[in-house]
T-cell receptor
Framework: EAGVAQSPRYKIIEKRQSVAFWCNPI?????LYWYQQILGQGPKLLIQ????????DSQLPKDRFSAERLKGVDSTLKIQPAKLEDSAVYLC?????????????FGPGTRLLVL | AQSVAQPEDQVNVAEGNPLTVKCTYS??????LFWYVQYPNRGLQFLLK??????LVKGSYGFEAEFNKSQTSFHLKKPSALVSDSALYFC????????????FGQGTELSVKP
């Protein structure tokens, strides 16, 4: 089966510009996650969706980050305006459901550089 | 607060030798533990997980991990390392009934030399 798809793979922008990332989860997976991975650190959850509803966005900097999953499938993560510290890899993951034991499967990530 | 520690930033092993990548955790509640591997410019790839039952878990590519509740550890092991095992390894934890997010360690760079 196809894995989690993300685009673009790389993005370079200047600070204060806006950027958007797209994710298509594994077919049939109801739960979708966006993680931020800063160089030298493990990924940190930004937001979790169950179908098209938000389950956890407690770590999302809502003054500049937004995310949506309107039809319960694809998702978009946006940053506006970007700051230098937003330079990171943005990983999308999906799982069949929300059960604690379920495996999260990750996409290849989008590497963002903010100059 | 829930946390995961990987005490070694880098592990160096000769090909054919056994390898161990260490992981300890601190959680309140029953932990569900995961190992992922990350190759350069790629996402995280699932290796194995501990949910319940047998403390020794076997996963992909010959890797295994042992859950030790008293030492709050979940070390990743492989009996004979390959050069192709060289990558970044992440340990992660989820806590039963405490949301879906994975809490990751900072990662351990494994280098296997011929």
């Amino acid at each position: 089966e196809a894995g989690v798809a993300q685009s673009p793979r790389y993005k370079i922008i200047e600070k204060r510009q806006s950027v958007a990332f797209w994710c298509n989860p594994i077919s049939g997976h109801a739960t979708l996650y966006w993680y931020q991975q800063i160089l030298g650190q493990g990924p940190k959850l930004l937001i979790q969706f169950q179908n098209n509803g938000v389950v956890d966005d407690s770590q999302l900097p809502k003054d500049r980050f937004s995310a949506e999953r309107l039809k319960g499938v694809d998702s978009t993560l946006k940053i506006q305006p970007a700051k230098l510290e937003d330079s990171a890899v943005y990983l999308c993951a999906s799982s069949l459901g929300r059960q604690t034991q379920e495996t999260q499967y990750f996409g290849p990530g989008t590497r963002l550089l903010v100059l | 607060a829930q946390s995961v520690a990987q005490p070694e930033d880098q592990v160096n092993v000769a090909e054919g030798n056994p390898l161990t990548v260490k992981c300890t955790y601190s959680v309140s509640g029953n932990p569900y533990l995961f190992w992922y591997v990350q190759y350069p410019n790629r996402g995280l790839q699932f290796l194995l997980k501990y949910i319940t039952g047998d403390n020794l878990v076997k996963g992909s590519y010959g890797f295994e991990a042992e859950f030790n509740k008293s030492q709050t550890s979940f070390h990743l092991k492989k009996p004979s390392a390959l050069v192709s095992d060289s990558a970044l390894y992440f340990c992660a934890v989820r806590v039963y009934n405490q949301g879906g997010k994975l809490i990751f360690g900072q990662g351990t760079e494994l280098s296997v030399k011929p």
